[in-house]
């Protein structure tokens, strides 16, 4: 389970050439603090029963990291061990439908990204 925020797609992508190296960093290094915020609404917002699923929900840079390739993807399980039964298995998914923690919480970074990616650039311009 994971929900992917790609800047690269659409007219961003040309925006996005457009901008100077710091500008680009600081948006990117924005976005990367939007993902850890919704790492941590997303882990507040899921049922817990041993544990696993909450602690695999994480942050992933993806792809090299030149210009217009910075992209971050949240991530919950994939590789969680049930300490039950001791079997890998996937619940994010399965938990995502019946009760919803990973969109919940990118509905509530997504709203103050620009805003934020915005800040960051003009803070960067300003140094």
Known sequence: MSLRLDVNKG??????AMLPEKMLEAAYEELKQAAYLMVGLAQVNVRVDTGSLRDSIRVERVGPTYHLH??????AGGYVTNPKTKRLVDYAAIVETKFPYMRPAFDEVRGNLAHLIRRGVVEACNR
């Open 70 to 75: 910075r992209m971050v993807r949240v991530r």
């Open 11 to 16: 007219t961003v992508k040309q925006d996005l």
